[in-house]
């Protein structure tokens, strides 16, 4: 009779130790899955910050060519050169400028004459004679220090010489 109980005892133990090996090889798999998508979310974080980051960059060079041409609206001597400092950064209250701006020279690329314009570009006389609109092509180019990015923006852009008014 003794042998009888002890063949049962083991043939008892047996699915009791399959099922402690069958959930230690389950945490094993789901412990595994949940490393690899923290690594996988943790990288794609980063990308996207980078990404993030290369179109601030753009953005900012962007930003160069509108300052630039507002410039030229207002003064037709502006010679380009670097942004001031709040401008570049694209952060609120930044105290460093981890984007730099740099327009090159404007270059005079042409003219046209538009008669009897009725926005005048000096005064408030009704229906000048003439108008002249110049062409300036420039480039803007924007770096950022700290994910070594550079992005370049060239354009050409169509300014009357003086700010527009609307006759009275």
Do not use: C
Not at 48 to 67: C, E, I, L, N, R
Not at 138 to 144: L, N, P
Request: proline share 4%.
């Amino acid at each position: 009779m003794k042998n009888r109980t002890h063949a049962r005892s083991r043939r008892g133990s047996r699915p009791e130790g399959f099922a402690l090996f069958l959930a230690i090889l389950l945490l094993f798999v789901l412990t595994i899955t949940g490393l690899a998508l923290m690594f996988a979310s943790a990288s794609e974080q980063t990308l996207s910050s980078h990404q993030t980051m290369v179109s601030k960059t753009f953005y900012a060079a962007d930003s160069g060519v509108q300052y630039a041409t507002a410039k030229l609206a207002t003064d037709v001597t502006y010679v380009g050169g670097k942004l001031p400092v709040g401008l570049s950064t694209h952060y609120p209250g930044g105290a460093s400028a981890d984007i730099q701006v740099t327009v090159t020279r404007p270059v005079n690329i042409g003219y046209s004459i538009h008669p009897g314009d009725q926005i005048q570009s000096q005064g408030s006389s009704y229906g000048s004679s003439q108008i002249v609109e110049n062409y300036y092509n420039f480039t803007s180019t924007a770096q950022a220090a700290s994910i070594q990015s550079q992005k370049t923006v060239t354009t050409a852009v169509g300014i009357y010489p003086q700010l527009l008014v609307i006759p009275q």
